[in-house]
């Protein structure tokens, strides 16, 4: 884990600038997130899901509520271990694709691109020399 | 209590409602700014093709195929029927005109009172199904919270206590007393909790939709 985040034994996490980014599109995100009714019809639209023997946990809405909905939920008070929980789920479980369906209208790969750039600001990404990716996990 | 229920609360419980909404909707387009460069231009023109009528039905039905009605028609159905039949059994219910009539002057048409009935137990049916598959699916399981099924109960309990309400059954009074109740909390918490899909469906599927395609974009998203 040190591996893929280098600094994070010496640099603490901005949780200012964090919440920041947050603040910055909460209006929007926030909509999106509460109006999600849970009905899990996004499912199977997500060739992810389908592909991983229908784990709910390549769902995109669990996606995003477990990355971006819990950043929310924390108003931006989190830590390494919270921030490489969600890596995997925003860089790894999730290419960006757009093909997710939503029937009430929620823009999910906006969602998932605004996770990125939270945790891209911490420097939390996958790097080149990772020996597999399954340790982002 | 039921003095309190039965007269301001229903009043306190829709302008709430109506408040909400258009609190919701200002802030909703607030959010959101004229583009600088005003509308797009049109960069080229379809020409109408001529259609046929088993075109027009073909292209239909192909166009089903790309919708839930492929992955989930059971689901894709008791969805449709429950949403259409929330917002017009209790519109068009015989008691709720009368009352409506009495206390302003004017009502709506009204459904015979079996037929209202029937539509109230599909609707409870339909709620039962969602329940359902709520505790059943996995899928569904993994991001349900207590809040869900919160708003599971908001959503049902004015059908279940009406249809109680109008067989007499268990004790009348405090049925009806849990029944205007129930439907105030829903009228209350429309605004507010992720009931607020009755409103904002509409804005994302159709409005911003349209603004992706024939709207040309006139707001920035």
Not at chain 1, 62 to 77: A, D, E, M, Q, T
Not at chain 1, 89 to 113: D, E, F, Q, T
Request: aromatic share 14%; proline share 4%.
């Amino acid at each position: 884990m040190n591996q893929t985040v280098p600094n994070q034994e010496t640099k603490k996490v901005d949780t200012k600038k964090i919440k920041s980014l947050l603040n910055r599109r909460k209006g929007k995100m926030k909509r999106f997130l509460s109006y999600c009714a849970h009905c899990s019809l996004c499912a199977e639209s997500c060739f992810l899901y389908m592909k991983y023997k229908k784990d709910p946990k390549y769902m995109p809405s669990y996606k995003v509520i477990n990355s971006l909905g819990k950043l929310y939920k924390k108003r931006g008070n989190v830590d390494w271990k919270f921030l490489n929980e969600i890596k995997g789920i925003v860089w790894k479980n999730c290419v960006l694709c757009g093909r997710c369906y939503c029937p009430i209208g929620i823009h999910v790969p906006s969602m998932i691109a605004f996770a990125r750039t939270i945790v891209r600001s911490q420097e939390v990404y996958p790097q080149l020399d990772e020996a597999s990716p399954e340790s982002w996990l | 209590m039921f003095d309190f229920v039965q007269g301001p609360l229903i009043t306190i419980a829709f302008i709430i409602f109506i408040l909400g909404i258009l609190f919701q909707l200002i802030q909703f387009f607030r959010l959101t700014r004229k583009k600088e460069w005003g509308r797009l231009p049109i960069a080229y023109e379809m020409k109408p093709e001529k259609k046929t009528a088993e075109k027009i039905l073909a292209s239909c039905l192909a166009s089903l195929n790309g919708t839930l009605w492929k992955t989930d028609p059971v689901l894709t159905v008791a969805t449709s029927v429950f949403h259409v039949l929330l917002i017009l059994t209790p519109l068009f219910l015989l008691g709720h005109n009368i009352l409506l009539d009495q206390s302003c002057g004017w009502s709506l048409f009204s459904f015979p009172e079996p037929l209202s009935d029937g539509l109230t137990l599909i609707v409870l049916l339909c709620g039962v199904y969602f329940l359902g598959r709520r505790i059943l699916l996995a899928k569904v399981r993994a991001i349900t919270t207590i809040y869900d099924y919160v708003v599971w109960l908001i959503a049902v309990a004015p059908f279940l206590t009406g249809f109680f309400a109008y067989h007499q059954w268990f004790h009348y009074e405090t049925v009806m007393l849990v029944h205007i109740l129930s439907g105030e909390i829903m009228l209350i918490t429309i605004p507010f909790t992720k009931l607020g899909h009755m409103l904002f469906f509409f804005l994302y599927r159709f409005f911003i939709g349209g603004e992706y395609s024939f709207l040309r974009g006139s707001r920035t998203w």
